[in-house]
Nanobody, 123 residues
Framework: QVQLVESGGGLVQAGASLRLSCAAS????????MGWFRQAPGKEREFVAAISWSGNTNYADSVKGRFTVSRDYAKNTVYLQMNSLKPEDAAVYYC?????????????????WGQGTQVTVSS
């Protein structure tokens, strides 16, 4: 079993930056792919970014060039650096872990989820 705990959300103005963290515990997640998803009110959960066991990354078109996903194996932590935030980035952001090492972009392909952290961006 893997437990995921997100942190780092908050209220920022448009153009600002935030860094989200996702701490994993319960077992080693070295061989897991990790993903970030977000869900705004009234909308479906959508893919944001993912990182494979080897460090390959993938991003949604809407965040390419602004967001960066990374992982620290020693700390069992995944990060999402979000720059140039826009009001449309506001959502609850979820961290997810996949028992398979390779990237996936749909929620159903992930096995474990965190509780989410709120990101609010004012214009």
């Amino acid at each position: 079993q893997v437990q995921l705990v997100e942190s780092g959300g908050g209220l920022v103005q448009a153009g600002a930056s935030l860094r989200l963290s996702c701490a994993a515990s319960g077992r080693t997640f070295t061989s897991y792919a990790m993903g970030w998803f977000r869900q705004a009110p009234g909308k479906e959960r959508e893919f944001v970014a993912a990182i494979s066991w080897s460090g390959n990354t993938n991003y949604a078109d809407s965040v390419k060039g602004r967001f960066t996903v990374s992982r620290d194996y020693a700390k069992n932590t995944v990060y999402l650096q979000m720059n140039s935030l826009k009001p449309e980035d506001a959502a609850v952001y979820y961290c997810a872990a996949r028992r398979i090492a390779f990237i996936a972009t749909t929620p159903k392909e992930y096995d474990y989820w965190g509780q989410g952290t709120q990101v609010t961006v004012s214009s």
